[in-house]
């Protein structure tokens, strides 16, 4: 599979990321031989083989619902990079 | 005596016994930081203050019914502790000071462990030789110019050099056991699901697993007894009750049947690992196992279904850094958008963005049924081929790692030779086995280890196999000079 600069800014933007023309070229370039690899498991005919997400056997785990004390409102802030009375603050994104 | 070479259980008996100090082993091993930390660089922070008053508090209780009880433990940055910087190794959450505690700090805390520090790591536990730390790269202690192996590089280099009692690490392709084998430690996998992942910050959630590093079997035990169990915070963690692990720590392996399979000792594998490897099936047979040779048929293929399904869920789980709510923001920005790109660009390390990026494309429309689900069903043939050897055989015996450490710098250049580190442990994160990793024989003076894998759940035999094992040999009792 060869990945071209296209598929790297497409995959980028999707991933949230800046990367550089030097960045695009050498992901372009690793991605395409991880991906070569990758292809070996079409050697594979999985046609009637089920899919493991999770080893365990485990579906929809649920508890009670109630009411529990959480972390406090200034412990949760403390990591926010900006705040402002009591909530993280984030660039205007509604126009006035 | 240099208390900081204490195993754990040593430490234990003598300061049940009033002979020694809280206080007095804290401060052997905060002296072995200072000592040879500029050389080995294990640790990303060392928490003096708080693990000396920590230490007085304990003395003072005088309380030493806990095995664990004030001794010196290194956790990886990775896992949470509360008010205690954890980075992962990342400039992204640099400045990160959980507001919480993991399940296993919590856990470590109620036993009255003291918390010497945090370790260093391949960021996001993204890597084989801790080389991709943002902040500097780890040393062997056996050999300074070669890597502690990663991810959890920091806690296997930290036990080895005795810069602790033991420490903690995180498993999700190989991450305990392969560093733990570079250093000449031991170190456990659990079963996916026999530790509480509450706390550990997610790099692929169905894989990752807690585990410890120590300095021989019988800790192990200690720590696996201390951490293990069902956690309401996390989901998969398995509601199944949970053995006493140091019964476990008998010398028999009388009549049990040991597979070895092929694949693990094929092209790639260095001799003299093959030859460690088979001396160990050698050192079994004359206890009284069998061991057999085996065929686990899709080895190959799981390295690279891992490397879809692994980058996959961490596309996902690293979505959350995006400079809003913990974690360093970008300065200058336009907009939202902006604010997420620039902060997530600067915020992680090359080898991050390139999993990023591989999985985000594995699970882009167009993708998904070509790399997600077919390595998911490939998966499936991994884990199949285990519960064929299972049926037969109580555990399987193999290398941790192809080779001993590499040097510095040697692969990182080359991601795919990167990842070729991890080929005989990742099969075991996907089918989400126990694995242990001991000492079994050295190569121009670079440790060697062995990795003994077990039924899901059944630590008890895995551990008293390495039990068994560490008892009648003595590499276990070799030292680094540094």
């Avoid at chain 2, 692969?411 to 080929?423: A, E, I, R």
Wanted: glycine letters at 6%.
């Amino acid at each position: 599979m060869k990945i071209n600069i296209e598929t790297v800014e497409h995959v980028a933007n999707l991933a949230r990321l800046y990367l550089s023309e030097e960045e695009k070229a050498e992901m372009a370039n690793t991605l395409s031989s991880i991906l070569d690899y990758m292809d070996k498991l079409n050697e594979l005919d999985t046609t009637d083989v089920p899919p493991t997400a999770h080893i365990i056997p485990l579906k929809n785990v649920f508890r009670e619902d109630v009411v529990k004390e959480s972390l406090p409102r200034e412990e949760v802030l403390k990591n926010a990079p900006e705040k402002e009375r009591g909530f993280f603050k984030v660039p205007r994104i509604i126009e006035d | 005596m240099d208390l900081n070479r204490l195993t754990i259980h040593e430490a234990h008996e003598l300061l049940s016994k009033r002979e020694i100090s809280s206080v007095e082993l804290t401060k052997a091993v905060l002296h072995r930081i200072e000592e040879v930390e500029e050389k080995v660089r294990a640790y990303l922070t060392v928490d003096e203050d708080r693990a000396i008053e920590m230490s007085k508090k304990v003395d003072e209780e005088g309380d030493f019914s806990s095995p664990l009880s004030g001794i010196p433990v290194a956790i990886k940055d990775n896992i949470c502790t509360r008010d205690l910087k954890t980075t992962c190794a990342s400039r992204i959450l640099a400045n990160f000071v959980p507001p919480y505690d993991a399940t296993v700090s919590e856990r470590l805390k109620a036993k009255k462990a003291v918390i010497i520090g945090k370790t260093n790591m391949d960021e996001f536990a993204m890597g084989s030789s801790t080389e991709n730390s943002a902040f500097f790269a780890t040393r062997n202690p056996w050999d300074v110019d070669r890597v502690p192996g990663g991810s959890s590089g920091g806690s296997a280099a930290a036990v080895a050099a005795d810069e602790c009692i033991y420490a903690l690490g995180s498993d999700t392709g190989g991450s305990i056991r392969q560093p733990a084998s570079y250093c000449g430690v031991v170190g456990l996998k659990p079963t996916y699901g026999r530790v509480s992942r509450y706390g550990l910050v997610a790099y692929a959630s169905s894989l990752d697993q807690i585990g410890p590093l120590t300095k021989d079997v019988t800790d192990c035990a200690l720590v696996l007894n201390a951490i293990a169990g069902w956690d309401e915070r996390d989901s998969t963690s398995a509601n199944l009750p949970v053995p006493d692990f140091t019964k476990s720590l008998v010398e028999d392996v009388k009549g049990m049947k040991m597979g070895l399979p092929k694949e693990y000792l094929g092209e790639g594998v260095e001799p003299e690992v093959k030859e460690a490897i088979l001396s160990a099936a050698r050192v079994f047979e004359k206890l009284g196992a069998s061991v057999e040779e085996i065929s686990l048929p899709h080895t190959e293929y799981a390295l690279w279904a891992y490397y879809i399904i692994a980058p996959a869920e961490a596309s996902s789980n690293l979505a959350r850094y995006d400079g809003i709510r913990y974690g360093v923001r970008a300065k200058d920005y336009e907009d939202l958008l902006d604010l997420y790109k620039k902060t997530r660009s600067e915020g992680f390390g090359r080898e991050v963005k390139r999993r990023i990026m591989l999985g985000t494309y594995a699970l882009s429309s167009g993708y998904y049924d070509a790399y997600y689900l077919k390595a998911m069903k490939v998966r499936t043939l991994v884990k199949a081929d285990f519960d064929r050897a299972f049926e037969k055989y109580d555990l399987i015996i193999a290398p941790t790692a192809p080779t001993p450490a590499f040097k510095l710098g040697e692969k990182t250049g080359d991601p795919l030779k990167m990842y070729m580190s991890d080929v005989c442990t990742i099969p075991v994160n996907m089918a989400g086995l126990p694995a242990i990793s001991i000492p079994c024989g050295f190569s121009g003076g670079l440790p060697i280890g062995l990795q003994i894998i077990g039924k899901p759940f059944d630590e008890a035999t895995v551990l008293r196999a390495a039990y068994t094992f560490e008892r009648a040999t003595d590499f276990n009792s070799r030292k680094p000079a540094l």
